[in-house]
């Protein structure tokens, strides 16, 4: 499977094209290396914010089958997220997407859900990763 990796520099990061947006998002906590038995339950949420490098999610949950969204002090290797957006057009043209919290916080006053989420991508499959850049070539049209 081919794919890309995501760049963790803070200054690439804010070069990225980003999309504010209002898609349904759901995802998962995985600890690296075991299988999809060793994943928490499926968590619904809202993507805010899209790029290629990562994205905003917002959730109502801090903690999922006892693993919390919090990131650690140091960065924890063992705990990846996996998160599925759901752009326009329907499932089959959603992506996949995994990656990592780096940041966590409580939403503004008025959000939609309780938590806003800072995931860095760590993967996109090259289909993910052709959709999403299309979806936001789109985005930039209007």
Same mark, same amino acid.
Not at 50 to 58: D, E
């Given at each position: 499977?081919?794919?890309? !990796?995501?760049?963790?520099? @803070? ?12 898609? @349904? ?7 690296? @290396? ?22 905003? /999610? ?22 990846? /997220? ?12 959603? /992506? ?13 006053? @008025?959000?939609?859900?309780? *938590? ?6 760590? *993967? ?9 850049? !299309? ?8």
């Amino acid at each position: 499977m081919s794919g890309s !990796s995501a760049t963790r520099g @803070g200054a690439e990061q804010r070069r990225a094209a980003r999309a504010n947006v209002r898609c @349904g998002a759901s995802y998962r906590l995985v600890r690296d @290396g075991e299988d999809v038995e060793g994943a928490t339950r499926t968590v619904p949420s809202e993507a805010v914010n899209l790029s290629l490098l990562g994205a905003m /999610i917002q959730t109502d949950e801090l903690e999922v089958d006892g693993v919390s969204l919090l990131p650690p002090m140091e960065p924890d290797p063992l705990t990846r /997220i996996d998160v599925q957006f759901e752009l326009d057009g329907g499932a089959a043209h959603g /992506i996949d997407a995994t990656g990592r919290v780096v940041w966590v916080r409580r939403s503004a006053s @008025g959000a939609h859900r309780k *938590y806003t989420v800072g995931v860095v991508f760590s *993967y996109l499959s090259a289909q993910s990763q052709a959709r999403l850049r !299309s979806y936001l070539d789109g985005q930039s049209g209007h």
